[in-house]
């Protein structure tokens, strides 16, 4: 069975700290990732896609994401996070952009 | 360009009231979902329609039905809301790379 796990509920970071978010994933055949950010009473945004080639990919707002097959992982990381970062923030698995899996998303909290 | 929108974007039901969230999209997509978000469980398939004219069950369809009314418009319909189905509800439409979602729709069902 398709699933993704985000072992972190709630990060808290100081502005300027770096960041990574954890995700970890269970497909059946390659693996098609994604990240998503939710803004506090928005829809969701697409950050960053995997789908094949370079394993380190680049998104938007500075954010990156690599793509680790030997850990069924997909890390999300930014150098330098700003207050405008706080949100919750999504992992998902699918074939393509078709019936994506989400994970149950981690809350990120900035401190100034 | 609008993308994905949904209307209503707020709606308090009483238990067995019924009502229908609707959404459209406005990129030619094929491919158009239904998904539900509840605290610590991130989203969930309710429905989804691959193309016009066809509908299938997500993860969590019970309690809901959809139309599937043309290429832009898919409709998510509670006959007799639950209080288990207070919740925020979001659609979306797909392209071969990538889903865009709408605003979504905070229900309340008391």
């Known amino acids: 069975a398709q699933s993704v796990t985000q072992p972190d509920i709630h990060i808290t970071v100081s502005e300027g700290a770096s960041l990574e978010l954890r995700c970890n994933y269970s497909y059946g055949a390659t693996p098609y990732l994604f990240w998503y950010v939710q803004s506090p009473g928005q829809g969701l945004q697409l950050l960053l896609k995997y789908f094949s080639g370079d394993t380190l990919v680049q998104g938007i707002k500075g954010f990156e994401a690599e793509f680790k097959r030997s850990q069924s992982s997909f890390n999300l990381r930014k150098p330098s996070v700003h207050w405008s970062d706080a949100a919750e923030y999504f992992c998902a698995v699918g074939k393509y952009g078709n019936k994506l899996v989400f994970g149950a998303g981690t809350i990120l909290r900035v401190k100034s | 360009n609008a993308g994905v929108t949904q209307t209503p974007k707020f709606q308090v039901l009483k238990t067995g009231q019924s009502m229908t969230l609707q959404c459209a999209q406005d990129m030619n997509h094929n491919s158009m979902y239904w998904y539900r978000q509840d605290p610590g469980m991130g989203l969930r398939l309710i429905y989804y329609s691959a193309s016009e004219g066809t509908t299938d069950k997500g993860e969590v369809p019970n309690g809901y039905n959809v139309s599937r009314l043309n290429k832009r418009e898919f409709s998510l319909r509670l006959e007799s809301a639950a209080p288990s189905q207070t919740s925020v509800y979001f659609c979306?439409?797909?392209?071969?790379?990538?889903?865009?979602f709408g605003p979504g729709t905070r229900l309340t069902v008391t």
């Open positions: 979306a439409s797909s392209s071969r790379d990538e889903q865009y």
